[in-house]
């Protein structure tokens, strides 16, 4: 009974090249969420998204930010022209349904040269 | 003000002794309660879920919450080394909790 999975679990990027970080949800999951954490803080949300619907992207950046899930395949979070300020560890969780707790995947440490 | 605060610590304990962890939040419409636990270098494990006020146990662990002053508390009896990591709560209103920044909780031998 595989948990949530990410890939990869470090990624190095310079200045201005994408990233792209993956996710798949547990198995019976059809919800996904991606958080940003930075050290010192909290997880902050970024997109909520079903099967091939973002439902919520409140939390992500306008700019340069994309996610998506469709219907065969992981959850992408995709970040163009990566900057410094985007290092970080972006976590992915997925849920059965709504209002339903949440299980985290081990996480991706973007670090931006 | 921020929606959830909670002390970042860390909080040192020795061995055996019952952790009080802490949480305060703003907004009323907050309807379920988590605490989840996280090592250090890892994914967010959920400890405990609940939707009412009161206390639900697991185990060495108990969630207390007092929706009327906004409080939520985690109790650890017997704490472990093996408990030494962050500890968030995370209320709720809708399908998107709001993450407290964590408590460091050390537990030494």
């Known amino acids: 009974n595989a948990g949530v999975m990410q890939n990869p679990r470090h990624l190095v990027r310079r200045r201005g090249q994408e990233a792209r970080l993956r996710c798949s949800p547990m198995?019976?999951?059809?919800?996904v969420y991606w958080y940003r954490q930075l050290p010192e803080e909290g997880l902050k949300f970024m997109v909520y998204?079903?099967?091939?619907?973002?439902?919520?992207e409140s939390g992500m950046p306008k700019e340069r930010f994309s996610a998506e899930f469709p219907k065969e395949g992981p959850s992408i979070l995709r970040i163009q022209q990566v900057v410094r300020g985007d290092s970080a560890a972006y976590f992915c969780?997925?849920?059965?349904?709504?209002?339903?707790?949440?299980?985290f995947g081990p996480g991706t440490r973007l670090t931006v040269l | 003000q921020k929606e959830v605060e909670q002390d970042p610590g860390p909080l040192s304990v020795p061995e055996g002794a019952i952790v009080s962890l802490n949480c305060t939040y703003s907004?009323?419409?907050?309807?379920?309660f988590m605490w989840y636990r996280q090592y250090s270098r890892k994914g967010p494990e959920l400890l405990m879920y609940?939707?009412?006020?009161g206390n639900k146990e697991d185990g060495r662990f108990t969630a207390q919450v007092d929706k009327s002053s906004k409080y939520i508390s985690l109790f650890i009896r017997d704490s472990q080394p093996s408990d030494s990591a962050t500890y968030l709560c995370?209320?709720?209103?809708?399908?998107?909790?709001?993450f407290g920044r964590g408590t460091s909780l050390i537990v030494h031998p």
């Open positions: 969780a997925s849920s059965p349904g709504d209002y339903n707790e949440q299980f």
């Open positions: 198995k019976g999951h059809s919800h």
């Open positions: 998204l079903q099967k091939e619907n973002i439902i919520d």
């Open positions: 907004n009323s419409a907050f309807q379920y």
């Open positions: 609940t939707y009412s006020s």
């Open positions: 995370a209320p709720g209103g809708s399908y998107i909790p709001t």
